[in-house]
């Protein structure tokens, strides 16, 4: 209705500086000609004697079409053919008549406006002897013709402007219906998903570019927020599930260790596994603090150079001891001077999950691989290969979510993990602007690789360099 009525204004605007240009081009025209008529009469009254004047003016009146008048200086009508004009517009003839005595000029005037059939457009000279007025010639020229063309003008244009503005607001009516669509769309889906109906998605189909992206925009955050809310679901369920069991076993020993008394021996002992029980879940609790950390975005890391060859030496050192008591062999080919900006002890954290991991599953008498090189001039690439079981395909995909176990692929030589470890792993390698994968086939073990960014040049550089100058300087080189 809004866009109508400015549309109506503009028209009305138009009719109106129309109608103001129209009137003007054609007083003008028709004034042109009256002037041109009242100096011709002008010119014969003043070179005529005052006796003549009468055959004068009848013989003009004969020739020229309208009324014409000749009133004298004290306001004798000396002359009148057709229509009186004095009089026929109110005060304006008098006006007139004023302004060409007192002024001694051409003066003009309309009776009406050009839309009445009755206007006339009147001019006023002033007849002079010896220099001074004597008398006023009145012309009157009828503009019912021209009245009538305005007439019709203005109502082919007012139907125009009624059939124009009828097509633009109908028009406009579709294009906006077609165009709000998709926001009602958004809008009832929005609703929906508020609602609890998570599975809701926009199928507008849209050819406007923005309402397409929008519409994109929103499915995915639609999707993300489905898939939040099933992983807080199954989230809460897994946490659940994995407290349970360690605080029904709390549980289950201390009602036994009640039931009647016992020996201080007995009560350190059962004191010692309930303790174990209780690191279990704080292990736990810590791992689920870690990733709800990691989750808002709030996980704390020291961004500081990381000497990455370094300290996987120390993390396979470390293991050493632990894969030879399951005559495991680990293999370490580290290249030297590969350097990282993150936390040193979240990296350690991650490739010794990692080593563990590999440990957890790796037969014995079997070699365990860990391997780091530079790839592709800016990453550091870490590789854990173990010989174990593998992992199936279909389940790769599923191995960093929380509480996930390949429990059927893969056998534990101790403990039960709570199936944090490799989420907390992905996280932190997210955070450091690095990514992790697996690799595996069953029967043929597994590969987790850690793709990092270096901090510095690339190191097979520097090494490259120290073997060329080594053999500039070598003579037997």
Known sequence: MMFVAIEFGILMLAAILLYGALTHRVNQDVDDQLMQEAQWIGNRLEHAPFYAWSSEMSAFAQRFSGPAELVSINGVLLFSAGQTLIGHGGNKVSQVLKRAFGRE??????TKSLLQKSNYRIIARPIRLGGEVVAVVLLGKSTSDISAIFRLLFIIGGLLGLLMMSLSAAAGYFMAKKALDPIQEITSTARAVAAGDLSRRLESKSQDK???????????MFADLEASFRAQRRFTADASHELRLPLTILKGEIEVALRHPRSREEYEHILRQQLETVERMQRIVNDLLTLARADAGQLDLVQEPVDLSLLLREVGQQHLILFASQHITLDMDITDGMEVIGDGAHLERVFMNLLNNAYKYAPEHSTVRLRAQVADEQWASVSISDEGPGIPPEKQPLLFDRFYRADDARCRKQGDGAGLGLSICK???????????????????????????????????SQRLHRVLDARWDPYA
């Open 105 to 110: 000029s051409v003066a003009f005037v309309s």
């Open 427 to 461: 996280r932190i390698v997210d955070a450091h602007g690095g990514h992790i994968e697996v690799h595996s086939e069953p029967g043929h073990g597994a590969t987790f690789i850690v793709r990092l960014p270096l901090a510095g040049p690339d190191p097979s550089h």
């Open 210 to 220: 923005e309402l397409r992206i929008l519409v994109n925009v929103l499915n995915k």
